[in-house]
């Protein structure tokens, strides 16, 4: 018992170093999304409790928040196909045409950036129109694995390239190198690689096809990527400096990881970690760490993630391991875990989520801009819609000043 103690307050001591030395003030609200809520807020629909079943024309590759987080990015990867959902109308923008399968995207802003591989080629698209606004051919030594943008940072597109002997190689064996892609003249700068002494940092060698994922900060400043291996998915912080990138290994294991860089936190799949840190000791105490199927996503615009524990079926008499029957949805607070909220979902809302094959290939992302939640599964043809019922509470930067939680204008 006595060892425990000692454990338990070695954990809370270590947890503490992790926190801001000092109580700061919520940070002013970025321009652009101001300008976001005034224009998207008037049109907003109210959505029940239960939130709302958006049907899709197919499965999705990957999805993104996009706008300030208002709208959502879909890659329709097996239509050849991105569609702009608008969570405030609740429909679909439009669609760009996109025929390669393996395109990568990033939005900022109003930016939509689409790298299609086979071509070359690099498309800036504008979220309010769809139009395309610049296309140019991307002349490196090698094949660009991966694009990201911060959610209010428009103008820059940080990617990662293999190098290779003959441009557009698709069996590749070289190193991964950091770019930077200035928009709108896409001009390209191709900043040093260092580790966080200073030094140079022995670039990663990825041999395989598969995607690499990770979303940036708001800023654009911080990105967690996945570099997908033989029998893992490691991910890596990268930090933009003045006139080069921090190279961070943190060895966690997760696809698509994200930062929260208000908390010093990266979200994986079902881990939270300090931004180029291992394992968060103070987790590790957390009622998240109970069972290993959370399904965790940060919320932007927020100090705060949302957790879902899907109840699994051990299936006695015919077992089917990972299938979900349901779970509801948690608030909780960054970087202290601390219980805000339970979303107040029913028993038919149970009912629709166990109705998804599997918990494995859930996404789910959430925006205190536009005071939504939103999972579904990549393979499926629906996404669930809630209301965060956030934008009463001092901690969201553009708070609705009706006070009505949960509420958005319709009328």
């Given at each position: 018992?006595?060892?425990?103690?000692l454990?338990?307050?070695?954990i809370?001591?270590s947890?503490a170093?992790?926190?801001p030395?000092?109580?700061?003030?919520?940070?002013?609200?970025?321009p652009?999304?101001?300008?976001?809520?005034?224009?998207?807020?008037?049109?907003?629909?109210e959505?029940?409790?239960?939130?709302i079943?958006?049907?899709?024309p197919?499965?999705?590759?990957?999805?993104?928040?996009?706008?300030?987080?208002?709208?959502?990015?879909l890659?329709?990867?097996?239509l050849?196909?991105?569609?702009?959902?608008?969570?405030?109308?609740?429909?679909?923008d439009?669609?760009i045409?996109?025929?390669?399968?393996?395109?990568l995207?990033?939005?900022?802003?109003?930016?939509?950036?689409?790298?299609?591989?086979?071509?070359?080629?690099?498309?800036?698209?504008?979220?309010?129109t769809?139009?395309?606004?610049k296309?140019?051919?991307?002349?490196?030594?090698g094949?660009?694995?991966?694009?990201?943008?911060?959610?209010?940072?428009?103008?820059?597109v940080?990617?990662?390239?293999?190098?290779?002997?003959?441009?557009?190689?698709?069996?590749?064996?070289?190193?991964?190198?950091?770019?930077?892609?200035?928009?709108?003249?896409?001009?390209?700068?191709?900043?040093?690689?260092?580790?966080?002494?200073?030094?140079?940092?022995s670039?990663?060698?990825?041999?395989?096809?598969?995607?690499?994922?990770?979303?940036?900060?708001?800023?654009?400043?911080?990105g967690?990527?996945?570099?997908?291996?033989?029998?893992r998915?490691?991910s890596?912080?990268?930090r933009?400096?003045?006139?080069y990138?921090?190279?961070?290994?943190?060895?966690?294991?997760?696809?698509?990881?994200?930062?929260?860089?208000?908390?010093?936190?990266?979200?994986y799949?079902?881990?939270?970690?300090p931004?180029?840190?291992?394992?968060?000791?103070?987790?590790?105490?957390?009622?998240?760490?109970?069972?290993?199927?959370?399904?965790?996503a940060?919320?932007?615009?927020?100090?705060?993630l949302?957790a879902?524990?899907?109840s699994?079926?051990?299936g006695?008499?015919?077992?089917?391991?990972?299938?979900?029957?349901?779970?509801?949805f948690?608030?909780?607070?960054?970087?202290s875990?601390?219980?805000?909220?339970?979303?107040?979902?029913?028993?038919?809302?149970?009912?629709?989520?166990?109705?998804?094959?599997?918990?494995?290939?859930?996404?789910?992302?959430?925006?205190?801009?536009?005071?939504?939640?939103?999972?579904?599964?990549?393979?499926?043809?629906r996404?669930?819609?809630?209301?965060?019922?956030?934008?009463?509470?001092?901690?969201?930067?553009?708070?609705?000043?009706?006070?009505k939680?949960?509420?958005?204008?319709?009328?």
């Amino acid at each position: 018992m006595r060892l425990y103690v000692l454990q338990l307050l070695a954990i809370i001591l270590s947890s503490a170093l992790h926190q801001p030395v000092s109580a700061q003030a919520p940070a002013e609200p970025h321009p652009l999304a101001i300008e976001a809520a005034a224009a998207y807020r008037p049109l907003q629909k109210e959505l029940p409790a239960d939130g709302i079943e958006i049907p899709l024309p197919g499965p999705v590759q990957r999805v993104l928040l996009a706008d300030s987080g208002w709208k959502l990015v879909l890659h329709f990867a097996t239509l050849g196909q991105f569609g702009v959902f608008n969570l405030a109308t609740n429909q679909f923008d439009g669609y760009i045409a996109s025929p390669d399968p393996y395109a990568l995207v990033a939005t900022g802003g109003k930016s939509l950036v689409i790298y299609q591989p086979e071509r070359l080629l690099l498309e800036h698209y504008s979220l309010e129109t769809l139009k395309l606004q610049k296309s140019s051919a991307i002349q490196i030594r090698g094949r660009l694995r991966y694009i990201g943008m911060g959610l209010f940072r428009p103008d820059r597109v940080f990617g990662l390239y293999e190098e290779t002997r003959k441009p557009g190689a698709v069996f590749t064996m070289g190193p991964l190198n950091p770019l930077l892609i200035s928009l709108p003249t896409m001009e390209m700068t191709f900043p040093e690689l260092r580790e966080p002494s200073g030094r140079q940092a022995s670039r990663i060698t990825e041999k395989d096809l598969l995607a690499m994922q990770g979303v940036m900060d708001e800023a654009g400043t911080i990105g967690a990527v996945s570099h997908p291996g033989e029998n893992r998915i490691n991910s890596h912080i990268y930090r933009l400096k003045d006139d080069y990138v921090e190279l961070n290994f943190s060895g966690l294991k997760s696809r698509n990881p994200r930062v929260h860089a208000e908390s010093d936190r990266v979200i994986y799949q079902n881990q939270v970690a300090p931004i180029g840190g291992e394992k968060d000791l103070l987790i590790q105490h957390h009622a998240l760490q109970a069972e290993r199927h959370w399904i965790l996503a940060p919320i932007a615009g927020f100090s705060g993630l949302v957790a879902r524990q899907p109840s699994l079926d051990a299936g006695a008499e015919n077992p089917r391991p990972g299938r979900d029957i349901g779970g509801g949805f948690k608030v909780l607070k960054l970087p202290s875990l601390d219980h805000v909220k339970d979303l107040p979902v029913s028993a038919d809302v149970m009912k629709t989520l166990s109705e998804f094959p599997s918990y494995f290939n859930s996404e789910m992302l959430a925006s205190a801009y536009s005071d939504r939640l939103i999972y579904l599964q990549l393979q499926e043809k629906r996404m669930l819609i809630f209301p965060l019922g956030l934008r009463n509470t001092n901690s969201n930067p553009i708070a609705d000043e009706s006070g009505k939680e949960g509420k958005t204008s319709d009328e």
